[in-house]
């Protein structure tokens, strides 16, 4: 079950910043970490940033993460084509004891 | 260089059993917890469950609780996932991953490249 819901889609030219929200509650985004994965087409995921703010080695600086009370947002600024991706946040939930995953968020650069 | 590379997958009928394997090298297994993450065809990530470096903690995902069991064999440097009363909504690539630290939901920071496994009649 998905209990961290993400938009669906995010868009923009190259170049541009997009960000990708990702909307939780006080039982997993509030109290827990929030790790931010890309999945390119046809391969597995792969860890972007982890703990809310870290970008997980070798990932460039244009991606950063953040996190306020419920919620977290991934952004991706200078937009590249090779960023067309999957994007999914994920914490751990205290009430359920069980990690989530959010719905996922396809970046499509135009 | 880490590797994980999974096992085991395939078709399998309904209410039926199959046992995935990930292998896994180039770090000390038993230092790490490690999970089960599975995406249906044109779907998004499902966390499965999860287990401790040492094996003495598991967490499972209700959708396969009771259903799935996790293990691993760190003399072995082996992950398995047994799945038992096998449904047509569990056909779905199955990705072993390792986390970042020795226990809880620290962030993955490995995936393998996933066993696909097919519930069909």
């Known amino acids: 079950q998905s209990v961290l819901t993400q938009p669906p889609s995010a868009s923009g030219t190259p170049g541009q910043r997009v960000t990708i929200s990702c909307s939780g509650s006080?039982?997993?985004?509030?109290?827990?970490?929030v790790h931010w994965y890309q999945q390119l087409p046809g391969t597995a995921p792969k860890l972007l940033i982890l703990?809310?703010?870290q970008r997980s080695s070798g990932v460039p600086d244009r991606f950063s993460g953040s996190k306020s009370g419920t919620s977290a947002s991934l952004a991706i600024s200078g937009l590249r084509s090779e960023d067309e991706a999957d994007y999914y946040c994920?914490?751990?939930?205290?009430?359920?004891?069980?990690?989530?995953f959010g719905t996922g968020t396809k970046v499509t650069v135009l | 260089e880490v590797q994980l590379l999974e096992s085991g997958g395939g078709l399998v009928q309904p209410g039926g059993s199959l046992r995935l394997s990930c292998a896994a090298s180039?770090?000390?297994?038993?230092?790490?917890?490690m999970s089960w993450v599975r995406q249906a065809p044109g779907k998004g990530l499902e966390w499965l469950s999860l287990?401790?470096?040492?094996?003495?903690?598991?967490y499972y995902a209700e959708s396969v609780k009771g259903r799935f069991i996790i293990s691993r064999d760190n003399s072995k440097n082996t992950l398995s996932l047994e799945m038992t009363s096998l449904r047509a909504e569990d056909t779905a690539l199955y990705y072993c991953?390792?986390?970042?630290?020795?226990?809880?939901?620290?962030?993955?920071?490995?995936w393998g490249q996933g066993a696909l496994v097919t519930v069909s009649s």
């Open positions: 180039g770090f000390v297994f038993s230092n790490y917890a």
């Open positions: 006080n039982s997993n985004i509030e109290s827990n970490h």
């Open positions: 991953a390792k986390r970042s630290r020795p226990a809880g939901a620290y962030a993955v920071d490995y």
């Open positions: 703990a809310d703010t």
């Open positions: 287990i401790s470096g040492g094996g003495d903690q598991s």
């Open positions: 994920a914490a751990w939930d205290d009430s359920l004891s069980v990690e989530v």
